[in-house]
């Protein structure tokens, strides 16, 4: 097969209002996503920022360049279609979620983890009335129902462009509480980051940093980032 790639067609990319939302349109002709559905999108803001993507576009298109792009369209066409399985799958890390499975040792990665995490979980008290429990070691054990139940709610709730950005925000992190905290504003998203790398952090401070882990990091943290962008586009006041 030809390694046919995408070239740029068009000379301007421009937000137009649809009832109920925005689109945009590629001189003119209304975009769609990859499955073929309409590109409507719920905030001005999250429009000028695709329409920012494709304007920005040289030559080639590069989706890699196009955090927002892709997101809505995954929003458009597999959340929107499949809410409730998205929804489920990211409320289970509620269930065995990263700040509840604490080391045994040696004893400052466990101050840290608790300095760390503690207040995650005090967090997700004062919010939701419930608490999950810290546990030493990695065997799974179950929360409380009445815990697991409230988290899934939340989750079950969230339109579908929010969900899109709370799944990457919780599979990236490992944390359905990292990832609920950074959906309510509770902390800074790069605090929320280093927070949720607690453990890799100290492996690198005793053994060395791997460069190639820590690519992948810098790519995950990147992510994340764009996730909660994202978020805050879906949010946005028109």
Known sequence: ???????????????????????????????????????????RAMAEAVAAEWQAQEGEVK?????????????????SRQHAEVAGFVAAYGD???TCYRADGPAELV???????DPLLDWVEARYGV????????????QPARAVEALSAEVHAAGPFELTALHDLVALSGSLVIGLAAFHDAR????LWHLSRIDETWQA????????????AALKQSDFLAAKRFLNLARASN
Do not use: C
């Open 1 to 43: 097969m030809s390694g046919w790639k995408a070239k740029r067609f068009w000379k301007a990319a421009e937000v137009v209002p649809l009832e109920g939302g925005y689109t945009v349109e590629l001189d003119g002709r209304p975009m769609k996503t990859p499955a073929k559905a309409a590109l409507h999108l719920p905030t």
């Open 63 to 79: 989706p890699n360049t196009m955090p927002v792009t892709r997101a809505a369209n995954s929003a458009i066409d597999n959340v």
């Open 96 to 98: 065995s979620d990263l």
């Open 111 to 117: 101050a840290r983890q608790q300095e760390a995490w």
């Open 131 to 142: 608490r999950l429990l810290p546990v030493a070691g990695v065997i799974h054990q179950p």
């Open 188 to 191: 800074e998203p790069e605090q």
């Open 205 to 216: 401070e005793q053994w060395g940093a791997d460069e190639e882990a820590q690519a992948v």
